[in-house]
């Protein structure tokens, strides 16, 4: 563990600094000022204005996506996502316990239950072959969907989450999904400037969901997008985002339990104006990889770099350690010296809240979770 010093001084190298380096901070360099006062002088702060149409267009020609929803955050995304391909009561969600606990509890608000299944060692998101492995052994196609013969509810949806920005193999995974009826919707909260053999990620299930939270690629303090290519999903998401009010002029009638999460109008204005740098940030984060490979090349530690047929955001670097020990020494260390890195999230069904769900072995999964650091990943 001889390179803890050569690291911490790369690191301060390319952050030109001598302070804390943190793991990744917003940078607000473009016209985020300009905006926000455009939005206090308009008096348009709230839930109505110009910047939410805006940012939603932005969205939509940046991804492909046939529309997007800008909503209050991520998780919230998710959740209306959930709700809008089928997902109810009862049913069971197929995901990843490898990820951020948002993935998770957004299928709990929708009072259904996630069974977590393994992920790919080489993708460190949802594997096709566990889905399959898992279908195939306890699911049963019936009129009305896709049932769990062992448990007899339905299988109402399928959520992979394209890790640190690295797509999962969707093609495959998508493909089993279409065989047994159940609509994916994917986490594509890290994934945004990622890309699955040329499309973006996010738009390729039935929809897809991003987050803006100020630790993520571009962040608007708090705030989430809903995508998709199917129009109709994307109008009721609207609809169901802003409390499902018919439109009038002055009367209020709501005719579904709707939600309030629509972005403010203050928050869409700063995701506009990251939306404008987003190219430039992505562009200096894979330069930023580049040094990374180059760092490890020599040093005995792997550092993740993106699979063929795909383009990777590397929005949180990250790098795989021979063993926990080591994973242990690494952090302790580089924390120590004032530089931030982070083991990977503990496996969702090790939480209080998810330990009695269903899970199939979880090898990968726990093998990443020993292993994988995050390492400081800002743009510069
Ligand atoms: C950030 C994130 C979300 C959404 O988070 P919000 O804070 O609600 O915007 C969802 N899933 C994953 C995997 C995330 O990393």
Not at 75 to 93: I, M, N, P, W
Not at 231 to 259: S, V
Not at 276 to 287: G, H, T
């Amino acid at each position: 563990m001889d390179y803890i010093n050569k690291f911490t001084s790369f690191v301060r190298e390319q952050y030109c600094s001598e302070d804390f380096i943190p793991l990744h901070e917003p940078r607000f360099r473009g016209n985020e000022k300009a905006y926000l006062l455009d939005t206090i002088d308009s008096t348009f702060v709230s839930s109505v204005g110009a910047y939410v149409d805006d940012f939603e267009c932005k969205m939509e020609s940046y991804t492909g996506a046939t529309k997007a929803v800008a909503v209050v955050n991520g998780t919230a995304a998710l959740q209306v996502a959930l709700r809008l391909v089928g997902v109810s009561k009862g049913d069971e969600v197929i995901t990843q316990a490898l990820s951020f606990i948002a993935t998770a509890n957004a299928i709990s608000y929708n009072n259904a239950i996630p069974v977590f299944l393994d992920v790919d060692l080489d993708t460190m998101g949802l594997s096709p072959d566990a889905v399959r492995k898992f279908l195939e052994s306890y699911a049963e196609l019936r009129d009305d969907g896709c049932y769990n013969k062992s448990t007899g509810n339905r299988i109402s949806a399928c959520v992979p989450m394209h890790t640190f920005g690295f797509p999962v193999h969707l093609d495959e995974l998508i493909t089993i999904c279409n065989k047994w009826k159940i609509p994916v919707v994917e986490d594509a909260a890290e994934s945004l400037g990622s890309y699955y053999k040329g499309r973006h990620t996010g738009t390729i299930g039935q929809a897809g969901c991003f987050s803006f939270n100020g630790n993520k690629t571009i962040t608007c303090g708090g705030g989430g997008a809903l995508v998709t290519n199917d129009l109709n999903l994307g109008t009721k998401a609207k609809y169901l985002t802003t409390t499902a009010k018919r439109p009038h002029p002055y009367e209020f009638f709501h005719d579904e339990l709707g939600y309030n999460y629509r972005m403010p109008n203050l928050n869409a204005a700063l995701a506009c104006a990251q939306m404008e740098m987003l190219e430039s940030f992505l562009a200096d984060k894979r330069q930023l990889a580049t040094e990374y490979i180059d760092f490890f090349k020599s040093i005995d530690v792997t550092f993740r770099t993106e699979l063929n047929d795909t383009k990777a955001n590397y929005w949180l670097m990250c790098i795989e350690m021979n063993d926990r020990q080591e994973r242990d020494y690494f952090l302790k260390e580089t924390n120590e010296k004032g530089i931030m890195t982070r083991p990977i999230w503990t496996l969702t069904y090790k939480l209080p809240m998810y330990q009695h769900c269903y899970r199939d072995e979880q090898v990968n999964a726990e093998f990443l979770e020993q292993r994988i650091v995050n390492i400081p990943s800002s743009v510069r």
